[in-house]
């Protein structure tokens, strides 16, 4: 069975799951970001850094299946992630002006 | 072998950045070391002849979206952050919980088969025509409700950040005395 995986580029050579690892490690590093944080800005940065991971593999099946639907959706991933980031921004800057918040956990008035 | 040292020293470098976003103390150091991960993970984009989406993160991502981020530190001031607090065994169980999470995709990923690849022009595969040629035909629909998220993100953003209901309300609530309070504590 021959290897699909294999990704050739410019002579060089390189196998699509050296790109998949890769974006696996990101996502697990913004994955113990967002859990091990406190700071919510920080947490929305990890969520970019997730976003971004998951913008990696999309690419590189696109460019293993030669489809470029995945990059399609890699560009749909971009536009939600910007107004993701607006809005979660949004909310940050708005609950900072009515008192400081330094720890994400003390954002619990909605606990019953 | 050019593309293999690129890739590796572009990894690397992702990985680094991507560990100074989580590790680092002050919010500034994480947002620039995104900016990092999202450099090296574009010229990954190039290296998989992405061209269109690897100028739209550079721009779009690495310039923009940091910059909104860079302008809130710049808003809300660098709040150094505190250790523990009321949730102490959460640290180590967030990072058992992401090794075991990462540990499996990464085995998983070790054992992947691929499907055959279609045989297209790889000369023009990911260039602007193409992105064009995708997106105006088979993906219009996504397309233009993606316009339409980007719309509603716009207005509730302005709505939020010009003062809505959130801060209104709880601000005719604080009394005047701890308006008065707050409003002389010095920024620190």
């Known amino acids: ?112 | 072998m050019l593309a293999v040292a690129i890739f590796w020293v572009m990894a690397v470098l992702a990985v680094l950045g991507g560990l100074g976003v989580i590790v680092s103390r002050q919010p500034i150091r994480s947002i620039l070391s995104l900016v990092v991960v999202m450099l090296a993970l574009s010229v990954l984009f190039l290296l998989l002849s992405a061209q269109f989406v690897f100028a739209v993160q550079v721009i779009v991502y690495a310039g923009a979206v940091m910059v909104l981020f860079l302008f809130v530190v710049a808003l809300l001031g660098p709040g150094r952050e505190r250790r523990g607090g009321h949730l102490r065994f959460q640290w180590w169980l967030g990072w058992l919980v992401g090794l075991v999470f990462g540990g499996f995709i990464y085995s998983m990923v070790q054992g992947a088969h691929f499907r055959p690849p279609q045989h297209v022009d790889l000369s023009s595969f990911g260039t602007v025509q193409e992105i064009g040629m995708g997106i105006f035909t088979r993906f219009l629909y996504p397309f233009e409700l993606t316009s339409v998220l980007l719309l509603v993100a716009a207005v509730g953003a302005i709505y939020l950040s010009r003062g809505g209901w959130l801060s209104g309300g709880r601000r005719a609530a604080l009394s005047d005395e701890e308006r008065a309070g707050r409003e002389e504590e010095p920024h620190a």
């Not at chain 1, 890769?22 to 091990?36: H, P, R, S």
């Not at chain 1, 929305?44 to 995945?70: K, P, S, Y």
């Open chain 1, 1 to 112: 069975m021959p290897d699909y995986g294999q990704i050739t580029i410019g002579g060089g050579t390189l196998s699509a799951t050296w790109f998949l690892g890769l974006a696996a490690i990101l996502f697990t590093l913004g994955a113990i970001g967002v859990l091990v944080r406190r700071n919510p800005l920080i947490i929305l940065i990890c969520i970019e850094l997730m976003l971004n991971a998951v913008n990696l593999t999309l690419i590189t099946f696109a460019r293993q299946l030669q489809d470029l639907d995945g990059q399609l959706f890699a560009l749909m991933t971009m536009t939600v992630a910007a107004a993701e980031a607006v809005v979660g921004l949004a909310i940050l800057v708005d609950i900072s002006r009515v008192r400081e918040v330094e720890d994400i956990d003390e954002l619990n008035e909605l606990k019953g």
